[in-house]
Every structure is written in structure tokens, then in C-alpha cells.
Nanobody
Framework: QVRLVESGGGLVQTGGSLRLSCAAS????????IGWFRRAPGREREEVSC????????YYLDSVKGRFTISTDNAKNTVYLQMNSLKPEDTAVYYCAAVYFQRFDGWGSHYDYWGQGTQVTVSS
């Protein structure tokens, strides 16, 4: 059974950092791409970053480039999103999602499996 569990969210001040974790079970990250998404109140969900071992690339939303870093620990079957220099506009529920690598088409791919989300709140 495919399962994704996010953790690491919380309340942080502007300029602070958080590291989100997406622990995957039921499948190997060797064969799946992982994306991080967020949904802020009153706004549509947006893709923040994604990574695929199969194509060797990482992708970022323009507004987080240089501040967020996505990485994978294959031994732990976990994907991380290191978020630095956080801003109030980063406040959202963050979700990770997975798609089989053959169906991964870079930025904007359709994802099949989703976690439950973790709240990130950045105070001004």
C-alpha cells in the first residue's frame, strides 16, 4: 500500500527555517518522482518543487528558488524540503505527492498519491 506521510511543519518567524519530510512506504523512491505542493488559505494549490531520480533533475517554483532545497535519502525512502529565509507568503499546508517515474514529465506532472499535509506558518 502506497503511503506518504509529511512532517516537520510548524510555526516560525520570518527569516527562519524548517525542514519538511515526506516518508514514503509501499514503494521505492528509485521508481517514483516526488513533488511538494502547498495550498494557502483562499488560494489554489501550487507546485513548489519536485525531484526524480530517473531524470536526475530538481524543479522549483520561481518564488522559492534559492531558498528551498529538495533532496532524497534513499536509505530512508524519504524526501526532504529544506526551507530557508521563510516569508509570511510561504504560509500554507504543504503536501508531498508521488508519481511513477515513467509518468513523470517534469514540472506540472499529474501525481497519483498524496500525503495528508503539514501546516507551515510564518509569522511576520
Amino acid at each position: 500500500q502506497v503511503r506518504l506521510v509529511e512532517s516537520g511543519g510548524g510555526l516560525v518567524q520570518t527569516g527562519g527555517s524548517l525542514r519538511l519530510s515526506c516518508a514514503a512506504s509501499g514503494f521505492s523512491l528509485d521508481y517514483y518522482a516526488i513533488g511538494w505542493f502547498r495550498r494557502a488559505p483562499g488560494r489554489e494549490r501550487e507546485e513548489v518543487s519536485c525531484i526524480s531520480k530517473s531524470d536526475g533533475n530538481t524543479y522549483y517554483l520561481d518564488s522559492v528558488k534559492g531558498r528551498f532545497t529538495i533532496s532524497t535519502d534513499n536509505a530512508k525512502n524519504t524526501v526532504y524540503l529544506q526551507m530557508n529565509s521563510l516569508k509570511p507568503e510561504d504560509t500554507a499546508v504543504y503536501y508531498c505527492a508521488a508519481v511513477y517515474f515513467q509518468r513523470f514529465d517534469g514540472w506540472g506532472s499529474h501525481y497519483d498519491y498524496w500525503g495528508q499535509g503539514t501546516q507551515v506558518t510564518v509569522s511576520s
